[in-house]
């Protein structure tokens, strides 16, 4: 069939692809280590069809930085036993936010150098640990899979400046990994705000305040928000209030979580 050469032809500029990429230097970036080349946490995602040499960080580095205990998926404090809040956030009931680390575990370092130094080589076991953790939660029924994923949207000044957004990076790796759409057009950031990094939390609100709106009419009713990493949460509480005006339920999917200090 005409249809079947173009597609072998893909398949086959793949495996050239990954062949080189295993034949080339790889080293993890905190331990500096030759990481070897064997099919890593892939298996555990039944949707993915061709394994990819894991590359920028090393397993044990991986799972070492991992959460070793459950979380609030409120505030992030650890807690106990498996559950969507710990007894305060029962109270309030904020976005959850699920994501595999804590940005001061030890794999904050690597997290960072994606968005400001564009090293690129871990994003793709990163975004790994986090699909897994988003599967092993619905599969808990502690969440439900959202409809779309909408990676959290630069002002088009910070995107020229920077070349790339990191989070569209992110949901564009997620959609592909969990089979879930992915809308970059539905958000829109329309206000140059200063970065939020070095703010504290009630700057971070006034610089974050009416920074966002939509294009149009929602056509979704439950929602995954997508960052890099979520510090005050103040960057998603904005945008979820556009959401909730349209009675939209709304998550947010980070590689990792800046939690205050003492919470874990």
Excluded at 27 to 50: A, G, T, V, W
Aim: charged share 20%; glycine share 6%.
């Amino acid at each position: 069939m005409d249809w079947q050469l173009p597609q072998a032809c893909y398949a086959g500029l793949r495996a050239i692809k990954y062949t080189i990429l295993r034949n080339l230097p790889n080293r993890c970036l905190l331990c500096r280590q030759d990481i070897p080349h064997y099919r890593s946490l892939q298996n555990n995602l039944q949707r993915f069809e061709q394994p990819k040499p894991q590359t920028g960080i090393c397993q044990y580095c991986l799972i070492a930085g991992l959460y070793q205990h459950e979380v609030c998926l409120g505030c992030g404090k650890g807690i106990q036993i498996l559950q969507r809040y710990c007894g305060q956030c029962q109270r309030r009931e904020p976005i959850m936010v699920i994501a595999p680390c804590s940005y001061h575990q030890g794999l904050g370092e690597l997290i960072s150098a994606i968005k400001y130094q564009q090293q690129c080589a871990p994003l793709h076991a990163l975004v790994q640990v986090l699909a897994i953790r988003v599967m092993d939660l619905v599969a808990r029924d502690i969440i439900q899979l959202p409809q779309v994923i909408i990676p959290v949207p630069l002002h088009v000044n910070r995107l020229k400046s920077r070349g790339f957004n990191q989070a569209w990076l992110i949901a564009n790796a997620l959609s592909q990994q969990l089979g879930i759409k992915l809308d970059d057009t539905l958000l829109r950031r329309h206000l140059d705000t200063q970065a939020q990094a070095g703010l504290d939390g009630k700057a971070r609100r006034l610089n974050c305040a009416d920074a966002f709106k939509l294009t149009q009419k929602i056509p979704y009713q439950r929602v995954a928000l997508i960052d890099d990493v979520v510090t005050t949460g103040t960057t998603i509480n904005e945008i979820s209030k556009l959401f909730a005006a349209e009675y939209v339920h709304v998550q947010c999917w980070c590689l990792a979580r800046a939690e205050a200090p003492g919470l874990l």
